[in-house]
Structure formats: structure tokens, C-alpha cells
């Protein structure tokens, strides 16, 4: 079981997309629990990954397959999980199940497609965090742009088609670029590889990789450039904002909670300790620490001039992605030379507590923003409207409604207590104790985040009613049973992190112990 946990949860959502292509569209309650049932199995095999996760181990490969699949070039299906990725393939697992429930209530039309899609969809991400073969690794990144597109180009609003062709020419333009750096690795590697773990080999990569510098400059920045188009980090953004106002609300959902997630991924699997003498140099570690800034600053400002609610939660997405960033760019900042090694020790530490607080965010940003997506679309189903003027004081008339957008809103600003403060605040610990009171700028983000979200609050729930609203219900038990597990979780880690920060801080000594090599 061991052995095949991981092709099971990677493969069964392509056994249900089959089940599903197969049944008539005419028999939409067969198919809807297909659907369901098969991502619910999907997310027990998660659950039981999790259990069966040694922690102690969290720094190395578990449940590792490898296999032969085109023995001509070295292709491997060659799997596994480390504490960096089983928290995001536990993630992918309950918001797929999660979003799959709630499609049940506004996807009405050729839903026989929908789920197929959305299946697929769960197979390329699954396989994006589990591949540790670079062939691999960019099939199932690939396998996740298509449905993705689909969901938005037909079960999209009235721009779906523009928002749609502008999220794949984006992404496909970082994906060819990420194979470029692919086959550069592949052929000026001896013997010819595509082993990611022979990349994150110190020894065996500066044995075997025979790259000039400017030729590893060149792999370094074309992965870096494909994988912030996904994040996305500046100036890659905006095609982030028509994909998220366009997408159906289970598409929002997953493009916020997974999607973004696996550009975060990419840079703290591949891009840092693959390639530590370009992340490591001046010009990278200030050109990503200026783009950090600016996607927490500039991000959380045009939050806060949106009218969209659903482009005012789109927006506050690139500001916490840019945490991420954060911690990401200071683990690039070299140690200043003459260090004594208990100064050297705290420095380090610092890039830890700051790439502890980015893996951390991406967890809890997937939560919390998949939930507000979650209540935005909500909302909509009953008003057919998303603009915060055509609201006011409907806390009266939807109170449950009302608590649980007040909850989630407090969890994205980062209420000490809720899962979103630990990441912000890890983040900022090791932005400041490397850069000084450059890495202190990002608390300006913070505070505008604070505002527009507060704000947004007393815009849709505080104030006189709109008469239009007077009868309006308030949440049914589909969307409470959908919302309950990530209000809990969201509770559960802001208390208790440990379960999860233990797995991650592992791998991200290693993270920085490899960029030291």
C-alpha cells in the first residue's frame, strides 16, 4: 500500500473521469456521485497519507515509486512526498472534494463535462506535487492547464472566453520556457537525467551538471519565470484578476487554493536548492525581494479600490502570495562574510522561520481564500450581483451567512489565532531579520489589508438594508456542510500548528542547508 498510496491518489481522479465520460449525460445524479465519491475516496487515501507520514522523516522522500517508462531517454515514473508536498496534496484533496460538493448546487448545464474536467483537473495536480522525474513533473503541470481552461471558457461569466485564452497563453508561455530549462538540465547532465533528486544532490549535481554560469543564470530565470506567472508574482499578474471574476465559483476556488500554489511549489522545490549560486547572488536576491514588496503592497492598494467582491478577494490573493515571495527571497540572501558561527546560526535560522512562514501560507491562503470564494459565490447565487454598493446590512437578514464571511475575513488579515497569522507573521520575521527595515515595508501590506477587508465587511453586512435583499435565505445545509471543514481547520492550525509546521521546518532546514552547497 505504501508503495502505490501515491499512484492511487494521483490516478484515481482518471478513473473517475473515465467513469464519468462513460455514463449518459441524461443520468446527472449517477454522475454527480461518481463524481463526489470518487474524489472522497480520494481524499481518505490523502488523510491516510497524512497518518502514515513519518514526521521524523519529513526531510526525505516517503512513499517513494519508481518505475521504467521510456527506458531510451531515462523517463521514470518516479514519485514521492516530503513535508513540503504532502500538506499541499492533502490540501488538493479536500478542496477538490469540497468544490466537486458544492458544484452540486449552481452548475447546471453539461455537468457530464464539468466533473469529467474537474477530475482531470485533480490528476495534474496531484501529480504536479508528487513528480520527482522533470519529464513527469511537466506532463501533469501541462495536465492541469487544460481542464482549467475549459471550466472557465464554458462555465464562465459573460468575458469567459477572453479570461480563459489569456490564463492558457500565460501559463503556456512559463511552461515553454520551464522545458527549455528542462532539456538544458537533461543534456549537459552526465549521465543524462531527468531525476529531480539528482538536481537537489549537491554532490551529484556539481559532479555531473557541466552548465556555464550564465547558461545556469538562463535555467534559474526561465524556471523562476514560469513558475510566477502561476503565483503570480509582478509583473506576470493580471491575468490572474479576468480568470478569478470569470471562473465558475468551484473553478475560483481551486485556481486560488491549489493552482497558485503549485508556482509557490516550484520555487522551493527546484528554483533554490537546484540552483544556489544564481539564487544566492546580489541582483536575484534583490530583484525578488522588490517584487515580494510589491506584490504585498501594490496588491492589498488595488484591493482596496475594487467594487467587484469577487475581484477584491482576486486581488488579495497576489498580496499573500507575495508573503510567499518574502520568505522565499530571504532565503536567497547570502550570509555576510566574518560571521561567527552562533551569528552565522541565527542567520540561518531567520531563512528558515521566513520559508517556514511562505510553505505555511500556502496552506492557509488555500483555506481561507477557497472559503471566501466559497461565500462570495454564495452571495451571487442569491443576488445575481458582486458589487459591494448593491449590499449593505444584510448581517440582519443572512446572519450565519454574515459570521462566517466576518470569520474568514479576520482569518485573511491575519488575526493572531487563526491560520493566517502564522504565516504573515514567519514571513516578516525572517523578511526583517535579513533585510532590515526593507523586509519591515511588507507590515504596510498588512495594514492596507486589514482595511480593505474591514471595509469590505460593512460594505455587504453593516448598514441599511437594501429593500431588494429583504427575503433572501440564508445559507442551506450543502453550503454549511461545504464551508464547516475549513472553518475548523482554519481554527485548529491557528491554535495548534504544530502538526503541521514540524514536517515543513524539516524541509526547510534542508531547503537552506542546500542553498548553502
Known amino acids: 500500500m505504501e508503495q502505490w498510496v501515491l499512484t492511487l491518489i494521483i490516478f484515481l481522479p482518471l478513473l473517475g473521469t473515465l467513469l464519468v465520460m462513460l455514463t449518459p449525460k441524461e443520468k446527472t445524479g449517477i454522475i454527480k456521485g461518481i463524481a463526489l465519491g470518487v474524489s472522497g475516496i480520494d481524499l481518505l487515501l490523502c488523510l491516510w497519507l497524512y497518518a502514515q507520514f513519518d514526521p521524523l522523516r519529513s526531510a526525505d522522500m516517503q512513499f517513494l515509486k519508481e518505475v521504467p517508462w521510456i527506458p531510451a ?28 460538493w458544492y458544484s452540486f448546487g449552481p452548475i447546471r448545464e453539461r455537468e457530464k463535462e464539468y466533473y469529467a474536467f474537474f477530475l482531470l483537473l485533480e490528476v495534474g495536480m496531484m501529480g504536479t506535487f508528487c513528480a520527482l522525474d522533470f519529464f513527469l513533473f511537466y506532463v501533469f503541470w501541462e495536465v492541469s492547464l487544460v481542464p482549467m481552461y475549459f471550466i472557465i471558457g464554458i462555465w464562465g461569466g459573460p468575458r469567459r472566453e477572453y479570461a480563459a485564452i489569456k490564463f492558457f497563453l500565460y501559463t503556456l508561455a512559463g511552461s515553454v520556457l520551464m522545458l527549455l530549462a528542462i532539456l538544458a538540465l537533461y543534456f549537459f547532465s552526465t549521465p543524462h537525467t531527468f531525476d529531480m533528486t539528482f538536481f537537489l544532490d549537491p554532490a551529484k549535481r556539481n559532479k555531473g551538471l557541466h552548465l556555464a554560469p550564465y547558461a545556469l543564470a538562463l535555467c534559474f530565470w526561465a524556471f523562476y519565470i514560469a513558475f510566477a506567472i502561476k503565483v503570480p508574482a509582478f509583473p506576470f499578474h493580471t491575468w490572474l ?7 465558475p465559483t468551484a473553478g475560483s476556488v481551486i485556481l486560488a487554493a491549489i493552482l497558485l500554489k503549485m508556482g509557490t511549489y516550484g520555487l522551493v522545490r527546484i528554483c533554490l536548492p537546484m540552483f544556489p549560486s544564481v539564487a544566492r547572488s546580489e541582483t536575484t536576491t534583490t530583484i525578488l525581494l522588490v517584487i515580494a514588496l510589491i506584490n504585498i503592497i501594490y496588491g492589498a492598494l488595488v484591493a482596496m479600490a475594487q467594487t467587484d467582491l469577487k475581484k477584491l478577494i ?27 558561527s552562533a551569528d552565522l546560526f541565527k542567520f540561518q535560522n531567520a531563512q528558515v522561520t521566513g520559508l517556514n512562514g511562505a510553505v505555511w501560507e500556502m496552506i492557509a491562503h488555500g483555506l481561507i481564500t477557497g472559503a471566501l470564494f466559497l461565500l462570495v459565490g454564495i452571495i451571487y447565487e442569491r443576488t445575481h450581483t458582486r458589487q459591494l454598493d448593491s449590499f449593505g446590512g444584510l448581517g440582519a437578514v443572512v446572519p450565519q451567512y454574515g459570521g462566517v464571511l466576518v470569520y474568514m475575513a479576520m482569518a485573511s488579515l491575519g488575526l493572531p489565532g487563526l ?26 501590506g498588512i495594514v492596507v489589508t486589514a482595511a480593505y477587508l474591514l471595509w469590505m465587511v460593512q460594505r455587504v453586512l453593516l448598514g441599511p438594508l437594501n429593500p431588494k435583499w429583504r427575503d433572501i435565505p440564508d445559507m442551506n445545509k450543502l453550503e454549511k456542510w461545504v464551508l464547516a471543514p475549513l472553518v475548523v ?21 534542508n531547503v537552506v542547508r542546500l542553498m548553502g552547497s
Open 241 to 247: 484578476p479576468d480568470a478569478h471574476v470569470e471562473a
Open 73 to 100: 531517454i531515462e523517463v521514470y515514473y518516479r514519485v514521492g512526498v516530503d513535508g513540503l508536498s504532502m500538506p499541499l496534496v492533502v490540501l488538493t484533496g479536500l478542496m477538490t472534494f469540497l468544490s466537486i
Open 419 to 444: 491560520a493566517g497569522f502564522i504565516g504573515e507573521f514567519f514571513a516578516l520575521v525572517g523578511g526583517f531579520a535579513v533585510f532590515g527595515w526593507m523586509g519591515g515595508l511588507a507590515v504596510i
Open 314 to 340: 482576486a486581488y488579495s490573493s497576489i498580496g499573500h502570495m507575495g508573503f510567499v515571495l518574502l520568505g522565499v527571497a530571504a532565503a536567497t540572501e547570502a550570509p555576510p562574510t566574518g560571521l561567527k
Open 489 to 509: 481547520l482554519v481554527l485548529f492550525l491557528g491554535v495548534y500548528p504544530s502538526p503541521l509546521l514540524h514536517p515543513i521546518n524539516q524541509v526547510m532546514e
